[in-house]
């Protein structure tokens, strides 16, 4: 029995046959056929002429590249060779010259954003309150400084709600039945036609009474919530966009009043640019992700700048 | 191998010597095409013209020894046959369904081109018919004449992996030409 449990005659020893045509290659020997060694044994003789052959003199085929090889060098040996000084520099142009890009665009950005910011809070000095009254539709350089007390709501108006209140004035002057033919011609009202009473003649309408009011009262926030009662009363005056020069007359504010503030050109100039303003809100709330409150709020632009009101 | 005369030779061929660069180049081409032919048949000369325009340069910024600048030479001539079997492998010209059997590469047996041409090609061929990874071993240790540490850094293997790939590839060549009596 073998080790294991098996008959030997069941499991016969059956010696392999070695090869012998294989020859038993040493380290030393695969060493010495590496190097190039002579001393490499018998067997291994054919193998040491292979890796011989494989390093023998080139043939000219092997050589037919070289005038090619020589005009290439011959090109690059005449060029300026660049330096890895060079060649860093080079690099590194174009990636600090971005880098300048970027913190000048930012650097203008937070300018322009500031000064427009301290713009709309009204902070400037006059010069450049007004320039920026006139480019952005910032507020009136002091406004409310050179207006008397308690007009404050005029200064409000002349800086910024002028187009506010020409929308109002609109349904007023759409309302009357009759003034609806006679009010669109006009779309800046003078005083004398809209303003005095004169005028009801020529636009006025008894019967127009009530969608005067409508108009009046809905459009001019608390001014209009005094001038409702007086459009009421006036029916036939409160119509058209010369509505403001009335209304103003009726709190009492007549002579300040005196020039209409509906939508004139001048008016609408002073309120900014329309286009200006828009794209100045635009890429000031792209920047901060905030709304950015409309021309003329003074109070709401400081606060959203973060200033003390 | 050139010896203590390559440090002369580089500095003179990076200076702009012609005749510096060309005993350069006369040195290392040979051994260089007959290690693409092996790794990349039927392209050898293309990608030796790249692997000498890449050279040439580079080769103001070149430091370092016969045996850097060897290694060099064969890892661009390598990247170079590598990217052209990509290449080749992304775009094949043509199906191997449309050639007619006339037209099929005959790849003659490797013993036979050896007892035929008692030459380099012959041992090109018998080394060709290792595996890749052997054959490109020996053709580094020996027709390059880098030694194990560099072959390994070209191969991104380590050395031990290339010693004993040496080995099997050795083995390998005895027994090839045990078996078919060739004798060059």
Redesign the interface.
Known sequence: MTGNDVPDVDMPNIPQPQRQDEPVVTDADLVALLAGTADVAPGLRPVADVLAALVAEPTDMELAGEERALARFRRQAGAPVPTRRARRNANGLSSRFGVKVGASVTAVAVVLGGGAAAAFADVLPAPIQRLAHEAIGAPIPHARHTLPSGSRSAAHSRSGMHSRSSTHGKPAARGGPGTGRQGRPHPTPSPTSHGNPQGQGKHGNPQGKGKGQEGQGSGQGSQGNGQGNQGTGQGHRGKGQGQAASQGRGNGQGNQSKRPRGNSQADRRKAGHPHLSGLFRLVMESLTSRPVPRPGCGVAAARWAGWPA | MIGEEFADLLTA?QS?S?AA??RL??NA???L??YLRVIAPGAE?DI??ET??HV??G???FRGGEQAWRAWLFTTARRRAIDLARHRSRRPEAALDDLTAAQLPSSADSAET?IEN???A???G??AGLPPMQAEV??L???AGLDTESVARLLRKSPGAVRVA??RG??R???I???TG???
């Open positions: 061929a702009g012609e660069f060309s180049w006369r081409n040979p051994a095409l007959r000369e030796a013209a000498w325009v040439v340069r080769l103001a910024s050896a008692l030459s380099t012959a041992a090109i018998l080394l020996i053709l240790r020996v027709v040496a080995h050795l083995r060549l005895a027994q030409t045990a078996d060739v004798t060059l």
